[in-house]
């Protein structure tokens, strides 16, 4: 049973700080894992994908994936009232299937 | 601009009725998707379509149906048999169903049974 778990929230952050959003997966198989951001009531946009072990930078978002463990987090730097929404995990177990999403976890970052 | 479009935007379906969600994409992608969103959950998937006149079924396909007639379009028609249809209808589509390949999504339809 392929299972993406995270943590519903809300995770509250003050402006500037550091959000934390983390991710475990059930099928150790696993190889794509996708962030995606969803604002209240619109549809999901991607933010980044990693594959690899370790860190994946873009802007003040970074992706980190530890296969051993089977999670994968994403970090955003210098938080934003507008970074304020569901963000979505996303794993594919390989190639020719499908997305499995998790729930989402809920992100208010406050000024 | 090449995009994803669905609609409605909003949707009310009385019970025992059928009702055809209209998704179009111009970006020349292969692969199509259906998810359904919950309040406060994530995305399970309805069917899915690889390619024209081929599609199989998702995580949750029972009370639906698809057609592919054509690489553009991929309508998703919730039946009477669904006892539970309102929800937030997702399309998306990728460019095919291997590798890194990123799903697009459109707006969205919000299907309420009245």
């Known amino acids: 049973q392929k299972e993406v778990e995270q943590n519903s929230g809300p995770l509250s952050v003050p402006e500037g700080a550091i959000a934390s959003l983390n991710c475990t997966y059930s099928d150790r198989g696993s190889q794509s894992f996708f962030w995606y951001r969803q604002y209240s009531g619109k549809s999901p946009e991607l933010i980044m994908f990693?594959?690899?072990?370790g860190d994946k930078e873009d802007g003040r978002f970074t992706a980190q994936l530890n296969k051993a463990s089977q999670y994968v987090s994403l970090l955003i730097r210098d938080s934003q009232p507008s970074d304020s929404a569901t963000y979505l995990c996303a794993v594919r177990l390989d190639a020719g299937n499908m997305l499995t999403f998790g729930g989402g976890t809920r992100l208010m970052v406050k000024p | 601009d090449g995009g994803i479009t669905q609609s409605p935007k909003y949707l009310f379906r009385k019970e025992g009725q059928n009702v055809t969600l209209s998704c179009e994409q111009n970006?020349?992608?292969?692969?199509m998707y259906w998810y359904r969103q919950d309040p406060g959950q994530g995305l399970r998937l309805i069917y899915y379509s690889q390619i024209v006149n081929d599609f199989q079924k998702g995580d949750i396909a029972e009370g639906y149906s698809v057609s592919r007639e054509k690489k553009e379009s991929f309508p998703l028609t919730v039946t009477s048999a669904q006892k539970n249809p309102t929800a937030f209808y997702l399309c998306?589509?990728?460019?095919?169903?291997?590798?890194?390949?990123?799903?697009?999504f459109g707006q969205g339809t919000r299907l309420t049974v009245v």
């Open positions: 970006l020349n992608h292969d692969a």
């Open positions: 990693i594959y690899s072990n």
């Open positions: 998306a589509s990728s460019i095919d169903i291997f590798g890194d390949t990123e799903a697009f």
